[in-house]
């Protein structure tokens, strides 16, 4: 039985995946990788979503996973505050490309097939790769133009973000705000609607 803790999955890029494990549910803000369970959790449910990952990262020790957890909420914090910048129509900050290249540097990559693909691995202690992993999708985004059509959900109380490759696009997910503006819209129309039946 797989009692693994659920995230939301409504990207392919493994950085954007990150900073959406904030979620804000009943008016607050939650936090989905609250200790070293949650991050491992998160670990495997990244490796099944992009079968391409280093599956090295799943094999922190205790002690990694306790060091990558401090350090992995101000990553965090410095992807949301620059992915968010770039949402409300802010140039890419050179500084932040920069500390994303530095972060490579510790752990370059290699090259190798894998299933008949060619995947890159990073080298270095696992932590390291992790950060080097996280930070190479961040600049894949930048560099293919991604990061031009990222979203905020037009949700106001929803912090999701999300790459909009339709232009069209509103929500996070339908199956998370979505449906649920869709459900309040129709309880709002009814309401009225009863209030004018009223005498």
């Known amino acids: 039985m797989n009692n693994r803790k659920k995230f939301p999955?409504?990207?392919s890029f493994l950085s954007l995946n990150l900073v959406n494990t904030?979620?804000?549910s009943h008016g607050r803000r939650h936090e989905l990788l609250s200790d070293e369970q949650g991050l491992l959790d998160w670990l495997h449910t990244m490796c099944e979503a992009i079968p391409s990952l280093d599956k090295m990262i799943l094999t922190m020790s205790q002690s990694e996973l306790t060091e990558t957890l401090y350090l992995i909420y101000d990553?965090?914090?410095?992807l949301r505050k620059n992915f968010e910048a770039i949402a409300d129509?802010?140039?890419?900050d050179n500084k932040w490309i920069l500390s994303l290249e530095r972060n490579i540097e510790k752990a370059p990559y290699v090259f190798k097939i894998h299933a008949q693909q060619l995947v890159q691995i990073p080298m270095g202690?696992?932590?390291?790769?992790?950060?080097?992993?996280?930070?190479?999708?961040a600049l894949q985004l930048i560099s293919e133009g991604q990061l031009n059509k990222i979203r905020r959900c037009s949700n106001p109380e929803c912090v999701l973000l999300f790459?909009?490759?339709t232009g069209r696009r509103k929500w996070c997910s339908m199956k998370i705000c979505g449906n649920r503006q869709k459900?309040?819209?129709f309880q709002d129309k009814k309401d009225k609607g009863e209030k004018k039946l009223e005498f």
Not at 89 to 92: L, T, V
Not at 128 to 133: A, D, E, H, T
């Open 183 to 185: 459900a309040a819209r």
């Open 22 to 24: 904030e979620v804000v």
């Open 125 to 137: 202690s696992i932590v390291n790769k992790l950060f080097s992993l996280l930070s190479l999708d």
């Open 163 to 165: 790459i909009d490759t």
């Open 9 to 11: 999955l409504i990207s």
């Open 89 to 92: 129509g802010n140039a890419i």
């Open 75 to 78: 990553f965090r914090l410095c």
